[in-house]
């Protein structure tokens, strides 16, 4: 069974984006001087999904909550905590809509830096080993069963039989969630998130924490989609992704994307339907390279990513609307042992000096 709570500073939140016209006087009377920072996060707001919004005074961002009959998103492959629907910087935008089809069901109808677990080139905790119409366990989304005898598949809606016990607690400048999970199959956790923007700086941080209470040991890797979409604008020339390494492809990256020293660019601006994309070698184990910059110099938005914890593998994924750098990490926890790790975003506005020239940025 599933359920839902919030705290009455989410409820506050929720009051302020419901658009009605008395919520709608009360809030700009307690916080007027945010609607610049806001930007274009207002529409989000009119959106009928759970959310909560929060500011530090630079950054404004929208996140949706788990709901498992309201929810943005209740598809079974991405976490369901965390998903940011807009994030605004100084003018500029970060996260958004990059998907044509919405469905609340579909894997990938989701915004934001979302995350998914799963246990190496297989399939999330105990997958592998089910038998058709037995269980395994997805942390951030609950138990799901297995539906046939093949390889996972992540775009697969496998169905969930327990979601465990949500819990949001939002402030003004952080969201939190935990979600607690009991299975059949001696695995259980207590799965922990804040999504917390930093006082005085341009920076979102993910706090994580997941521990073990149950019998098995949770052996997983875990992943950030990122779903970068900065200003709205298409992937193409002007479009840099760089690395503190000098990142090799396994494969070609194709339609016009290339790797060039420690950045991957683009000589042409990609079109519907056409993806860049390859797994990426070339990093260490130190922590100090799990340090990813995506930037578009046309529009002079820019965000660094990092992490706590060292990369273990690294995909690289774009389209026209989104650029993602996919930094996996590894965890292993035993029984009562709790995993801690942290990813955080600074983001930037790039100076007239550094914009690709003949940009809007550059005039």
């Known amino acids: 069974m599933m359920e839902f709570t919030a705290s009455r500073a989410t409820l506050v939140a929720l009051i302020c984006l419901a658009g009605s016209t008395a919520g709608t006087a009360w809030c700009r009377s307690m916080g007027a001087a945010e609607s610049a920072s806001q930007g274009d996060c207002m529409s989000i707001g009119q959106s009928p999904y759970p959310k909560a919004s929060i500011s530090n005074g630079l950054v404004h961002a929208i996140a949706y ?14 976490d369901w905590s965390g998903v940011v629907a807009c994030l605004a910087y100084e003018g500029h935008t970060y996260f958004g809509v990059w998907f044509n089809h919405y469905d609340p069901y579909l894997h990938d109808s989701i915004t934001g830096p979302v995350e998914e677990f799963r246990s190496g080139q297989g399939g999330p905790l105990q997958y592998d080993q089910a038998k058709p119409g037995e269980l395994f366990v997805k942390p951030g989304v609950g138990v799901l069963r297995k539906i046939d005898g093949g390889p996972f598949q992540f775009a697969t809606p496998y169905p969930l039989v327990d979601g465990g016990r949500w819990t949001v607690n939002a402030r003004r400048e952080r969201v939190s969630f935990r979600q607690d999970l009991q299975s059949s199959l001696g695995i259980a956790y207590v799965y922990k998130k804040n999504l917390k923007l930093v006082k005085g700086q341009p920076m979102l941080v993910l706090e994580h924490e997941l521990k073990n209470t149950g019998k098995q040991v949770i052996d997983t890797e875990v992943y950030n989609h990122d779903f970068f979409v900065l200003d709205g604008a298409p992937t193409g020339p002007g479009v840099v992704v760089r690395f503190p390494f000098d990142p090799k492809a396994e494969s070609l990256l194709k339609n016009g994307a290339r790797i060039d020293g420690k950045e991957i660019v683009y000589d042409r601006e990609l079109e519907s339907g056409q ?32 992490s706590s914890l060292p990369i273990s593998r690294l995909n690289f994924w774009s389209i026209r609307t989104t650029v993602c750098p996919e930094g996996y990490v590894h965890l292993k926890i035993l029984p009562g042992q709790t995993a801690r790790w942290t990813i955080r975003y600074r983001f930037f506005s790039l100076s007239s000096d550094q914009a690709l020239p003949g940009s809007s940025m550059a005039k």
């Open 65 to 78: 909550l788990p709901d498992p009959k309201n929810g943005y998103y209740r598809g079974v492959r991405f």
């Open 275 to 306: 993806a860049a994309y390859g797994w990426l070698t070339g990093y260490s184990s130190a922590v100090s390279d799990f340090d990813f910059i995506v930037e578009n110099r046309n529009t002079g938005a820019g965000v660094e990513e990092s």
